[in-house]
């Protein structure tokens, strides 16, 4: 190297070790500790002033609290709610001790040392305000109480800020007992009821003097969430973490040595008693502002924000189809029922769900018989079976995933199966042989017709072709809730678990082509200070055309030529399913026409609700099925909906046909594809044997099927008569059958 590069090297060198020097002469640690402790002492002075600045506030106008109002969609009133506040004041020595310590057990129990406020929970809490994540607990009672009594629920910096220095002086004015008594006499349990008086008797019927410890442990775990933990509501998972915050805030009483671990073994928890209807949601409208309601809460609208009231809540209920809806069950349904002189009848609960295919607003719900009569909502609920109205589910799996026989063929409408009763599936490594109604045998028959006449055997051996684990995943696209829902065969007769709404949501969303469509009851929700614009559903394309239009197609032959029929009428273009789950405790039909997709069931309630039961016999009609009461009650419903019919008709495209294996002999069967005419027809139903339906059983041996080896056609079952509900795959209740479908 040269003396001029050598030069260079040496003042590159001197410039870095300058820079360097600079920067640590900039950070020093002096300098540091100084900038901190400068930052720390400017932090203090300006909470110091603000200590100064904020006052403790007169308590909020929690009295002069407005009414919310719900509308209709075209914004004439529905319902009008939460006029006034349901308090009633108690001192604190008229709660019992171990109920006072339950609250603080459950909330706080540093409660009787600290000063007032959590600095650590408070910071966490305008940190997650910040950032956008929301509300937050770790606030102490004394901060609960001063946001509920002076403050709003805003979540804001300036109200937590606010929150924190009134608690500071709070807590140095009052005693614990008045702040615990401000606390429990003004935070919100849920059911409209603020304050633990309000509570007592909102959940147990009681005064607040009567608790007992197990109680007030419930009404403390409330807290939390009210709407979640509410035991009448709660989901599974609800149920489960409130019984845990329970259990909680015993052992929390027992820790601050409130409660002896004996005592506490012997403790149950306390289930309330079912809610009250508020005045004014007599009929359908408690039903729809419920839905409304839960609907709010996932947008963020909370039941403690609904209850400082001065809402304006429009929903997508169209006054007219609702109208019609009502008028449809009581016309077909509950005119023909004696509730008060027969047993069934007494047990019959019908729901509805009706939604617009295009954009999913639900523009119809039918609950049940009187919100006030039967609180459970029968068109949300998800505890019965929605039965064969899953069927057209799986063929949608078998299209989608391109699924063939178990010889090959690939499934369509036209495809052949052995519709033989009982048969046990191939393939599948769970046995399952299910009984076809009243034990029929079809022989082979196309899929076409096997979904007319709801045939169990064929697509039992279906969802084995597709696999029961494709068949879930594509249920869970369309909207099938995974409720009870095992990867097993026997879920082609739709043994989980959906509601009227759930099925509703599926069912349009074939009707949309395969977009996906999430029925939804919210238009707007407006406050003086607030408005809240609902999440607008991703409509994504979860099937393709071809395969949500090809089960259209399928369920067009259902109304036109099997146990759809009460739809059949030239009035409008309609595609449908029946369903009566097993001992016919359930029945349903859920249909479409391009315009409007609407899911009806009747539902076996008894004791209370505590137990589902069969609907046969109901209105003294032997056995309820999807095709009777439900389906009368849709197409009524539907032709005054539709203001008495629609010219409108389903633009179907891409139908596939499947493969139908070549014919043995070509004078046996004709060699061209099946036309239109050979489409079932109204004679094709379950009451005749396979012997009647040359053309798709021949005479000499039939042609190969999605079982191995193939089987000739059986011998035509005895002629019986003809059953009511007979559309259905579940058994019948002839005379030595007890109605149970081989599992």
């Known amino acids: 190297m040269g003396r001029a590069d050598a030069r260079r090297a040496q003042a590159q060198e001197s410039r870095r070790a300058a820079k360097s020097g600079g920067i640590r002469r900039l950070f020093t640690w002096k300098k540091l500790l100084g900038t901190f402790f400068g930052i720390v002492l400017l932090g203090m002075g300006a909470f110091g002033a603000l200590y100064l600045y904020v006052d403790v506030p007169a308590?909020?106008?929690?009295?002069?609290?407005?009414?919310?109002?719900?509308?209709?969609s075209d914004g004439t009133v529905l319902a009008r709610t939460g006029k006034g506040v349901n308090r009633q004041i108690v001192d604190l020595d008229e709660v019992p001790k171990k109920v006072q310590h339950a609250f603080v057990a459950a909330e706080n129990k540093t409660f009787y040392k600290d000063q007032g406020v959590d600095l650590k929970g408070t910071t966490r809490g305008v940190l997650n305000t910040l950032s956008g994540k929301g509300k937050q607990g770790g606030s102490t009672i004394t901060q609960q109480y001063v946001k509920n009594y002076y403050l709003s629920q805003a979540p804001t910096v300036s109200r937590k800020l606010q929150e924190l220095v009134i608690s500071l002086k709070i807590d140095q004015q009052m005693s614990k007992d008045q702040i615990l008594a401000g606390y429990i006499n003004t935070a919100y349990y849920g059911r409209g009821a603020s304050g633990i008086q309000a509570a007592a008797q909102a959940y147990y019927g009681i005064d607040a003097k009567d608790l007992n410890v197990s109680q007030g442990a419930y009404l403390a775990s409330l807290l939390q969430a009210p709407s979640q933990y509410d035991w009448a509501t709660a989901s599974d998972t609800g149920k489960k973490l409130v019984k845990e915050r329970w259990a909680y805030t015993l052992r929390n009483m027992v820790e601050m040595d409130w409660l002896t671990e004996s005592e506490k073994a012997k403790l149950k928890f306390a289930y309330p008693q079912k809610p009250k209807p508020a005045a004014g949601m007599e009929g359908q409208t408690g039903y729809l502002v419920e839905a409304a309601n839960k609907e709010?809460?996932?947008?963020?609208?909370?039941?403690?924000?609904?209850?400082?009231?001065?809402?304006?809540?429009?929903?997508?209920?169209?006054?007219?189809?609702?109208q019609a809806l009502e008028k449809a069950v009581d016309d077909q349904l509950e005119s023909k029922l004696d509730r008060e002189g027969n047993k069934v009848d007494a047990t019959v609960q019908a729901g509805a769900t009706s939604v617009d295919p295009k954009t999913g607003k639900?523009?119809?719900?039918?609950?049940?018989?009187?919100?006030?009569?039967?609180?459970?909502?029968?068109?949300?609920?998800?505890?019965?079976?929605?039965?064969?109205?899953?069927?057209?589910?799986?063929?949608?799996?078998?299209?989608?995933?391109?699924?063939?026989?178990?010889?090959?063929?690939?499934?369509?409408?036209?495809?052949?199966?052995?519709?033989?009763?009982k048969r046990p599936v191939v393939g599948s490594d769970t046995p399952f042989n299910p009984q076809n109604q009243d034990d029929r045998d079809y022989g082979p028959i196309s899929v076409q017709k096997a979904m007319n006449s709801s045939v169990n055997s064929v697509f039992a051996q279906m969802i084995v072709d597709v696999t029961p684990a494709k068949a879930k995943e594509t249920a869970l696209a369309l909207g099938v809730p995974d409720k009870n829902f095992p990867e097993r065969p026997a879920v082609t007769l739709g043994t989980m678990n959906a509601s009227t709404w759930d099925m509703a949501g599926v069912y349009a969303t074939l009707d949309n082509h395969g977009q996906k469509v999430t029925p939804h009851i919210l238009q707007s929700a407006e406050h003086r200070d607030r408005t809240v614009n609902p999440e607008k559903p991703k409509r994504e394309q979860v099937i393709s055309r071809a395969s949500a239009d090809t089960v259209t197609k399928g369920l067009t032959g259902v109304v036109d030529a099997g146990s759809g029929g009460a739809a059949n009428t030239p009035a409008y273009d309609a595609a449908a399913k029946t369903g009566t789950s097993e001992n016919n405790k359930s029945a349903w039909f859920a249909g479409y026409t391009p315009e409007l997709t609407t899911v009806v069931a009747l539902f076996g309630e008894g004791d209370g609700g505590r137990k589902q039961v069969s609907l046969t016999g109901t209105a003294n009609s032997g056995r309820a099925s999807g095709s009777g009461f439900p389906a009368r009650i849709w197409a009524d419903y539907t032709l005054g909906a539709l203001g008495g019919g629609s010219d409108k008709t389903f633009d179907l495209q891409d139908v596939e046909r499947g493969e139908v294996p070549a014919p043995p002999t070509p004078s046996d069967t004709p060699s061209e594809e099946p036309t239109e005419s050979e489409e079932p027809t109204p004679s094709d139903t379950p009451s005749e044997t396979p012997s009647e339906t040359p053309s798709e059983t021949p005479t000499t041996p039939a042609p190969p099927t999605s079982s191995s080896p193939p089987v000739p056609t059986p011998p035509a079952s005895p002629e019986l008569p003809p059953m009511p509900g007979e559309e259905d795959g579940q058994p019948g209740e002839r005379p030595g059958n007890n109605g149970v479908a081989p599992q």
């Open 296 to 322: 709010l809460e996932k947008q963020g609208v909370t039941e403690q924000d609904r209850d400082a009231g001065g809402w304006t809540f429009t929903l997508t209920i169209d006054k007219k189809r609702q």
């Open 59 to 72: 308590a909020n106008a929690m009295a002069e609290r407005q009414s919310n109002v719900y509308k209709y």
């Open 362 to 421: 639900v523009v119809a719900l039918y609950g049940g018989e009187d919100y006030i009569k039967h609180y459970i909502s029968n068109a949300t609920r998800q505890d019965y079976q929605p039965a064969s109205t899953f069927k057209p589910l799986v063929l949608a799996s078998a299209l989608e995933n391109e699924s063939t026989t178990q010889d090959g063929s690939l499934i369509g409408l036209d495809t052949i199966y052995d519709g033989t009763s």
